[in-house]
């Protein structure tokens, strides 16, 4: 079966119509990221051919982003040379269609011929399930199960089992088939066919038994529950006289209109209490508010008083303020003239000792230019040595890692060897007959060494299997194969024949590498920043020389000048002398503009408060202030005490809150009537259950109960033991039928050992009468398959699909493998023996690989196809 093309649109996530053809007849490489589309893209390949187009359930095909869209799904592909072309549409308007050569099918008819073509049966409703799936559900593996084999080659053993008879040309065992299926049909009437369960009839009286029990478990409760329902009545009864007779809750509500009365006349004395309290603070405000004014009309008479006296002070000030800014102004014009005659003699001195600083520099350059020219005549020798040692260490160098390694796995051969030998078992013997030991005929004396299981067979006694039990000899002569090929990858790796060698060869090299080093830092002492650089530095220490030499020229006569530092004391001096100066002039300046200042604005200020008092409204609005701030001191005095008065008679009623206990009162008095009319419905109802129910009635219907389940135990007996004879049945007939089957395993165990070599070379793997994988033989070491690790379990899943895949195609079944992420747990190493073992089976079959890994797959001469580049050769075929 070669798949061709493949069209999807509306399909989960896939909204856009995607087209995969140009398929090729081997491998095909399918890649992409994580949540791009690849495994959407194998399960519409199942869900095309497996599932039926009008089944419910597939809801969820529906785009979340599309609700309105109809799942749809086409494929061409070809068998046996012979064009078929499928579409399906689900969900909704759902058709179905077949193209077969030039014929064409729709509906049921296309699905029934589409399932005996491919290998697969229908179900009879609701979605496909595993045991339908048949050779696809073998063939074609969702992500994460290609390790779990087991159960799809259960579900596809009969298509095997037809294809290794086919093979072997003997006959597929019908008969016994037939006979098989037809006890297990009366035998799936009573228990499951998997777990062994009732059903059918069984099951019904296992549910008919259970539900009565369940009855008589209710009724026996009602029983029960009748007496204590008899005795509650009675105590709701006498509850409800006694409230009825004491009617407690009028006595809360009385309580409870008393606080609340309280209440009402605790209100009138805080009200009494707030009024007082606000004419307070009201008479409080408006007298502080007088004081104030009256304080400041106060202020204005004294201000009037002192103002005369600091205007004739200040108007004294002023005129000696005036005499000092003179004497400041002739002061000034003295120092600045003396400053001018230091700043020249000042010049001078500086000139004459920048001359002779020039040429101290100018001899310290002519130093430094002889320095560095010998420097750089060793920074050129240092620097060809370099260069040398490095060609040298570069040719010598070793992954000194990989030596420590080297050594090490020496180092663990040698124990490893030596607990080899000790742990082999050994044999002596002294023979006067010939016996058989593993099929070879031994006699007379020796000795026997046993690395393994050893079959020694006794003429006239039978067989003796002997396994070594002192130590697991497979893992040792494993972990011995693993370390010596380690230790030839390294000596590949290292290039040398021998630790020896390479450790020889390590210390050239490191010696080498310290002589480097050791002319490295000598190159970097004499030029720091490469030899280019220190040229250029001595470019630049003689041009520096030359400029200096200058600069030097450049001087004028400095003849008759005196020393730069008395040149700059004098300065100094002068400075000081005309800061002094110019301080003493501006505090002048200053005081006599204050000075006046203070002049002007006290007497304004005297002339304002003058008139403000001679006014006669100020006159008389002070005379009515001062007898309203009379008044208001009365006012303030007898609301104080009357405040005092409120409070106390506030501090009488205490600080409980009556409206509180009212609210509690009433609240209490709601809950006890609620519970007396409570207790009167629950006591009505209760009767009326009682009366309802009666307790002869409830005897009558557990004996009725109790015979039931009588009755239905003894068919259950009878039931169980058909069962039980059925099952005894199928067994004695699966038996000889499996013994017939065990002659057809040959063809499989040879063509999964075939591709098993490849990856495991000294492994076998073993299946059981369902021709189902069990185990791995490895050496001596024999392990359950689902013993092994989650990546083993994987990989050979894969390799027993290629060969179920190989016996199918032999026997002229259709065959197609689809794998979506596989081989996710493999090393390296491994991962490259699969990749062969693919190539191997892709030129008998179409492989389509789904990855999330190009890169590694990508050395198997086969293009890679990615996702992102099919929707966007999709879209613009659109």
């Given at each position: 079966?070669?798949?061709?093309?493949?069209t999807?649109?509306?399909?989960?996530?896939?909204?856009?119509?995607?087209?995969?053809?140009?398929?090729?007849?081997?491998?095909?490489?399918?890649?992409?990221?994580?949540?791009?589309?690849?495994?959407?893209?194998?399960e519409?390949?199942?869900?095309v051919?497996?599932?039926?187009?009008?089944?419910?359930?597939?809801?969820?095909?529906?785009?979340?982003?599309?609700?309105?869209g109809?799942p749809?799904?086409?494929?061409?592909?070809?068998?046996?040379?012979?064009?078929?072309?499928?579409?399906?549409?689900?969900?909704?308007?759902?058709?179905?269609?077949?193209?077969?050569?030039?014929?064409?099918?729709d509906?049921?008819?296309?699905?029934a011929i589409?399932?005996?073509?491919?290998?697969?049966?229908?179900?009879?409703?609701g979605?496909?399930?595993?045991?339908?799936?048949?050779?696809?559900?073998?063939?074609?593996v969702?992500?994460?199960?290609?390790?779990?084999?087991?159960?799809?080659?259960?579900?596809?053993?009969?298509?095997?089992?037809?294809?290794?008879?086919?093979?072997?040309?003997?006959?597929?065992?019908?008969?016994?088939?037939?006979?098989?299926?037809?006890?297990?049909?009366?035998?799936?009437?009573?228990i499951?066919?998997?777990?062994?369960?009732?059903?059918?009839?069984?099951?019904?009286?296992?549910?008919?038994?259970?539900?009565?029990?369940?009855?008589?478990l209710?009724?026996?409760?009602?029983?029960?529950?009748?007496?204590e329902?008899?005795?509650?009545?009675?105590?709701?009864?006498?509850?409800?006289?006694?409230?009825?007779?004491?009617?407690?809750?009028?006595?809360?509500?009385?309580?409870?209109?008393?606080?609340?009365?309280?209440?009402?006349?605790?209100?009138?004395?805080?009200?009494?209490?707030?009024?007082?309290?606000?004419?307070?603070?009201?008479?409080?405000?408006?007298h502080?508010?007088?004081?104030?004014?009256?304080?400041?009309?106060?202020?204005?008479?004294?201000?009037?008083?002192?103002d005369g006296?600091?205007?004739?002070?200040?108007?004294?000030?002023?005129?000696?303020?005036?005499?000092?800014?003179?004497?400041?102004?002739?002061?000034?014009?003295?120092?600045?003239?003396?400053?001018?005659?230091?700043?020249?003699a000042?010049?001078?001195?500086?000139?004459?000792?920048?001359?002779?600083?020039?040429?101290?520099?100018?001899?310290?350059?002519?130093?430094?230019?002889?320095?560095?020219?010998?420097?750089?005549?060793?920074?050129?020798?240092?620097?060809?040595?370099?260069?040398?040692?490095?060609?040298?260490?570069?040719?010598?160098?070793?992954d000194?890692?990989?030596?420590?390694?080297l050594?090490?796995?020496?180092?663990?051969?040698?124990?490893?060897?030596?607990?080899?030998?000790?742990?082999?078992?050994?044999?002596?013997?002294?023979?006067?007959?010939?016996?058989?030991?593993?099929?070879?005929p031994v006699?007379?004396?020796?000795?026997?060494?046993?690395?393994?299981?050893?079959?020694?067979?006794?003429?006239?006694?039978g067989?003796l299997t002997?396994?070594p039990?002192?130590?697991?000899?497979?893992?040792?002569?494993?972990?011995?194969?693993?370390?010596?090929?380690?230790?030839?990858k390294?000596?590949?790796?290292?290039?040398?024949?021998?630790?020896?060698?390479?450790?020889?060869?390590?210390?050239?090299?490191k010696?080498?590498?310290?002589?480097?080093d050791?002319?490295?830092?000598?190159?970097?002492?004499?030029?720091?920043?490469g030899?280019?650089?220190?040229?250029?530095?001595?470019?630049?220490?003689?041009?520096?020389?030359?400029?200096?030499?200058?600069?030097l020229?450049?001087?004028?006569?400095?003849?008759?000048?005196?020393?730069?530092?008395?040149?700059?004391?004098?300065v100094?001096?002068a400075?000081?002398?005309?800061?002094?100066?110019?301080?003493?002039?501006?505090?002048?300046?200053?005081?006599k503009?204050?000075?006046?200042?203070?002049?002007t604005g006290?007497?304004?200020?005297?002339?304002?408060?003058?008139?403000?008092?001679?006014?006669?409204?100020?006159?008389?609005?002070?005379?009515r202030r001062?007898?309203?701030?009379?008044?208001?001191?009365?006012?303030?005095?007898?609301?104080?005490?009357?405040?005092?008065?409120?409070?106390?008679?506030?501090?009488?009623?205490?600080?409980?809150?009556?409206?509180?206990?009212?609210?509690?009162?009433?609240?209490?008095?709601?809950?006890?009537?609620?519970?007396?009319?409570?207790?009167?419905?629950?006591?009505?109802?209760?009767?009326?259950?009682?009366e309802?129910?009666?307790?002869?009635?409830?005897?009558?219907?557990?004996?009725?109960?109790?015979?039931?389940?009588?009755q239905?135990?003894?068919r259950?007996?009878?039931?169980?033991?058909?069962?039980?004879?059925?099952?005894?049945?199928?067994?004695?007939?699966?038996?000889?039928?499996?013994?017939a089957?065990?002659?057809?395993?040959?063809?499989?165990?040879?063509?999964?050992n075939?591709?098993?070599?490849?990856?495991?070379?000294?492994?076998?793997?073993?299946?059981?009468?369902?021709?189902?994988?069990?185990?791995?033989?490895?050496g001596?070491?024999?392990?359950?398959?689902?013993?092994?690790?989650?990546?083993?379990?994987?990989?050979?899943?894969?390799?027993?699909?290629?060969?179920?895949a190989?016996?199918?195609?032999?026997?002229?079944?259709?065959?197609?493998?689809?794998?979506?992420?596989?081989?996710?747990?493999?090393?390296?190493?491994?991962?490259?023996?699969?990749?062969?073992?693919?190539?191997?089976?892709?030129?008998?079959?179409?492989?389509?690989?789904?990855?999330?890994?190009?890169?590694?797959?990508?050395?198997?001469?086969?293009?890679?196809?990615?996702?992102?580049?099919?929707?966007?050769?999709?879209?613009?075929?659109?």
């Open positions: 079966m070669i798949l061709e093309s493949i999807i649109q509306n399909f989960r996530k896939l909204t856009d119509r995607i087209v995969i053809d140009g398929l090729e007849s081997g491998l095909n490489l399918i890649s992409g990221p994580n949540e791009a589309g690849k495994s959407t893209i194998a519409a390949v199942r869900t051919f497996l599932d039926r187009y009008k089944v419910s359930g597939l809801e969820a095909l529906v785009p979340a982003a599309r609700p309105d109809l749809t799904v086409e494929v061409g592909f070809d068998i046996g040379g012979t064009k078929h072309h499928l579409v399906k549409q689900f969900v909704k308007k759902q058709r179905c269609n077949l193209r077969v050569g030039n014929k064409t099918f509906g049921d008819e296309a699905e589409l399932a005996d073509t491919i290998g697969f049966t229908r179900p009879r409703q979605l496909t399930r595993a045991e339908n799936a048949g050779i696809p559900g073998l063939l074609w969702r992500q994460g199960q290609t390790g779990e084999v087991r159960k799809p080659g259960e579900h596809a053993s009969a298509h095997v089992r037809a294809a290794l008879s086919q093979l072997t040309g003997g006959e597929t065992p019908g008969g016994d088939d037939a006979l098989i299926a037809a006890v297990q049909k009366d035998l799936f009437r009573l499951t066919s998997q777990a062994r369960k009732p059903t059918g009839e069984l099951a019904s009286v296992e549910k008919e038994i259970e539900s009565l029990n369940g009855q008589r209710t009724l026996e409760q009602a029983n029960r529950d009748f007496d329902d008899i005795v509650r009545l009675g105590k709701l009864q006498r509850e409800h006289d006694i409230g009825e007779r004491e009617r407690p809750w009028e006595a809360l509500r009385q309580k409870a209109a008393a606080a609340l009365a309280q209440a009402q006349q605790n209100d009138v004395l805080r009200r009494e209490h707030d009024e007082i309290a606000q004419k307070l603070r009201f008479a409080e405000t408006e502080r508010s007088l004081l104030e004014q009256e304080q400041f009309a106060a202020s204005v008479e004294a201000s009037v008083a002192s006296r600091e205007a004739d002070k200040a108007e004294a000030v002023a005129a000696q303020a005036g005499a000092a800014h003179e004497r400041a102004q002739a002061s000034d014009a003295f120092a600045q003239k003396a400053g001018e005659q230091a700043q020249h000042y010049s001078k001195a500086i000139a004459a000792e920048r001359a002779t600083e020039l040429r101290a520099q100018a001899q310290t350059q002519q130093t430094d230019v002889a320095r560095i020219d010998a420097a750089l005549a060793r920074a050129v020798e240092s620097n060809d040595r370099l260069l040398e040692l490095t060609r040298v260490a570069a040719n010598l160098e070793l000194e890692k990989k030596i420590r390694r050594q090490q796995v020496s180092d663990e051969l040698v124990p490893l060897q030596a607990q080899k030998n000790a742990a082999l078992t050994r044999i002596e013997y002294r023979l006067s007959a010939a016996i058989m030991v593993d099929g070879a006699q007379g004396d020796g000795t026997l060494v046993l690395d393994g299981r050893k079959t020694i067979g006794l003429p006239g006694f067989e002997i396994v039990g002192m130590l697991d000899l497979s893992a040792l002569d494993t972990q011995l194969q693993a370390l010596e090929a380690e230790r030839d390294l000596l590949l790796a290292l290039g040398v024949d021998s630790h020896a060698q390479g450790a020889g060869q390590l210390a050239r090299w010696s080498a590498c310290v002589e480097r050791n002319h490295a830092q000598m190159l970097k002492t004499h030029a720091p920043d030899v280019d650089a220190l040229r250029g530095e001595l470019e630049q220490a003689r041009g520096r020389l030359g400029a200096t030499q200058a600069k020229d450049a001087l004028g006569d400095a003849t008759g000048a005196i020393p730069v530092a008395q040149a700059k004391d004098a100094d001096a400075r000081v002398q005309v800061e002094t100066a110019r301080a003493a002039l501006l505090d002048a300046a200053t005081a503009a204050q000075a006046v200042a203070s002049v006290i007497r304004e200020r005297l002339q304002v408060n003058e008139a403000r008092l001679k006014d006669p409204a100020f006159i008389d609005e002070r005379r001062q007898a309203a701030l009379v008044e208001k001191k009365s006012y303030i005095d007898e609301y104080t005490r009357n405040l005092e008065t409120a409070a106390q008679r506030l501090n009488a009623i205490g600080e409980d809150d009556p409206r509180a206990d009212a609210e509690r009162y009433n609240r209490s008095a709601e809950l006890e009537h609620q519970q007396h009319l409570e207790r009167q419905r629950n006591a009505g109802l209760l009767r009326t259950r009682l309802t129910l009666g307790g002869t009635e409830l005897g009558v219907r557990l004996a009725q109960t109790a015979a039931a389940i009588e239905a135990e003894a259950r007996a009878d039931l169980r033991m058909r069962a039980d004879a059925l099952s005894l049945l199928e067994q004695v007939l699966v038996e000889e039928r499996d013994t089957v065990a002659t057809l395993r040959k063809p499989l165990t040879d063509r999964v075939h591709y098993l070599r490849r990856v495991f070379p000294t492994g076998a793997l073993t299946v059981d009468e369902s021709l189902s994988p069990v185990g791995l033989m490895r001596a070491s024999d392990e359950a398959f689902e013993s092994l690790s989650y990546g083993t379990q994987e990989q050979l899943g894969l390799l027993v699909r290629l060969a179920y190989d016996l199918l195609k032999d026997a002229g079944k259709p065959t197609l493998l689809l794998f979506d992420d596989a081989i996710v747990h493999t090393d390296e190493e491994r991962r490259e023996s699969i990749k062969r073992a693919l190539l191997d089976a892709s030129t008998r079959h179409q492989i389509l690989v789904f990855t999330c890994h190009p890169s590694a797959w990508s050395d198997l001469g086969v293009k890679q196809r990615r996702l992102e580049d099919i929707k966007a050769a999709s879209r613009l075929a659109v």
